[in-house]
C-alpha cells in the first residue's frame, strides 16, 4: 500500500539561504499555497516500511537536497493537526539529517530535473516526522520546486 503525499508544493527560492518546514512552512487549511510539509512516520498503523522522495526541480539552477528529520516536531506550525498535540507549550527539539545530500540539477518550466530520494525506513530513517532541506548554491531567477513522498507498509 503506498500513500501520495507532497513534502514540497510549488515553492519558488530566489535566494540561496537553506529553506525547510520551519522557514515556509505548508499550510494544511490551505493547501493550494506554497510551502514545505512535515510527514509523519512513525507510529503508524501499519508501520512505514519504507519511504521515496521524487524532488522535481522547475528552477534553473543546481539544488541540494537534504532529509531532515525531527522526533518531535514542536516547532512545528502545524504539528498539532498532525497528531493533536500542543506543540507551542512544549520545549523545541532540534531538526537533524538522514543521509547525505543529494544534488538535483537544473531544469525548466517545460522539463523539470527529477531526483529520487529512496530508503528503508526502519534500517535508515527510524524518525517520527521527516521533511526536506532545500538549498541553491546559486539563486534561481525563475522556476520552482515540488517533491512527493510514497509511503510503503508494513504488511501483516
Do not use: C, W
Amino acid at each position: 500500500m503506498t500513500l501520495f503525499r507532497y513534502l514540497v508544493v510549488d515553492l519558488s527560492i530566489r535566494d540561496t539561504n537553506t529553506h525547510t518546514y520551519r522557514t515556509d512552512p505548508f499550510d494544511p487549511l490551505i493547501p493550494t499555497q506554497p510551502g514545505i510539509s512535515l510527514v509523519r512516520l512513525g507510529e503508524s498503523v501499519p508501520p512505514v516500511r519504507a519511504f521515496n522522495i521524487y524532488v522535481y526541480n522547475f528552477a534553473n539552477a543546481a539544488l541540494n537536497v537534504q532529509v531532515i528529520a525531527n522526533e518531535n516536531a514542536k516547532n512545528y506550525a502545524f504539528g498539532n493537526l498532525l497528531d493533536g498535540l500542543n506543540y507551542f507549550t512544549e520545549e523545541s527539539y532540534p531538526d537533524f539529517d538522514v543521509g547525505s545530500a543529494v544534488a538535483v540539477p537544473a531544469g525548466s518550466l517545460s522539463t523539470p530535473s527529477v531526483e529520487p530520494i529512496q530508503s528503508d525506513f526502519y534500517k535508515d530513517a527510524a524518525e517520527r516526522y521527516i521533511s526536506l532541506a532545500l538549498t541553491y548554491s546559486t539563486p534561481p531567477s525563475a522556476g520552482f520546486v515540488r517533491a512527493h513522498i510514497d509511503l510503503f507498509y508494513e504488511g501483516f
